[in-house]
Antibody, heavy 122, light 110 residues
Framework: QVQVVQSGAEVKKPGASVKVSCKASGYTFTGYHVHWVRQAPGQGLEWMGWIDPDNGDTSYAQQFQGRVTMTTDTSISTAYMELNRLRSDDTAVYYC???????????????WGKGTTVTVSS | QSALTQPASVSGSPGQSITISCTGTSSDVGGYKYVSWYQQYPGKAPKLMLYDVSNRPSGVSNRFSGSKSGNTASLTISGLQAEDEADYYCSSYTTSNTGVFGGGTKLTVL
């Protein structure tokens, strides 16, 4: 079945980096954009950016520019989100999600991972 | 990019209808039809409920409907059921080729 499986929880110190993975299965990985969304404890959803696995194009939310890097490894159908210079307010659940449309980008996320909890604490 | 504006909470009794608004600007909600809605239960990933303002993915109940007027989109749930109690988020494409979510609305079924 179509699914994306994320890596496990991470605990990081302020100033460190974290890299979360998102492995896709059941569909053509290069045909669909991948979004990253985060949710701080008790807060709402925050869109972080997307990557096109077909060509590596990316778009990042302004608040993450310079700190986030999204990449893919098409040989293993896996997307990655790396966030640098972590702060305590980066503590959140990080989700990857597939865009709904094959070969297009509409910002409709139809397949979600279960989320990866990233805790930033000294 | 500021978050879209949603009411923090709404409530309704079983069988009733409720509407959740989502207000943005001409640079996002008002400028495009790329508005979607998500349902999220505590501790779970969001689920796509509507896209293109009012289209339902396969498997989503027809009790969920959407509309848009100007810079405000709306989600209506008719025939409210206990299982509808969840958080709901709107989302939109923006002129910056980025996405933005609303702040979320907690729906309570009385």
């Amino acid at each position: 079945q179509v699914q994306v499986v994320q890596s496990g929880a991470e605990v990081k110190k302020p100033g460190a980096s974290v890299k979360v993975s998102c492995k896709a299965s059941g569909y053509t990985f290069t045909g669909y954009h991948v979004h990253w969304v985060r949710q701080a404890p008790g807060q709402g959803l925050e869109w972080m950016g997307w990557i096109d696995p077909d060509n590596g194009d990316t778009s990042y939310a302004q608040q993450f520019q310079g700190r986030v890097t999204m990449t893919t490894d098409t040989s293993i159908s896996t997307a990655y989100m790396e966030l640098n210079r972590l702060r305590s307010d980066d503590t959140a659940v990080y989700y990857c999600a597939r865009d709904k449309w094959f070969g297009d980008l509409k910002y409709y996320m139809d397949v979600w991972g279960k989320g990866t909890t990233v805790t930033v604490s000294s | 990019q500021s978050a879209l504006t949603q009411p923090a909470s709404v409530s309704g009794s079983p069988g009733q209808s409720i509407t959740i608004s989502c207000t943005g600007t001409s640079s996002d909600v008002g400028g495009y039809k790329y508005v979607s809605w998500y349902q999220q239960y505590p501790g779970k990933a969001p689920k796509l409920m509507l896209y293109d303002v009012s289209n339902r993915p396969s498997g989503v109940s027809n009790r969920f409907s959407g509309s848009k007027s100007g810079n405000t989109a709306s989600l209506t749930i008719s025939g409210l059921q206990a299982e509808d109690e969840a958080d709901y988020y709107c989302s939109s494409y923006t002129t910056s080729n980025t996405g933005v979510f609303g702040g979320g609305t907690k729906l309570t079924v009385l």
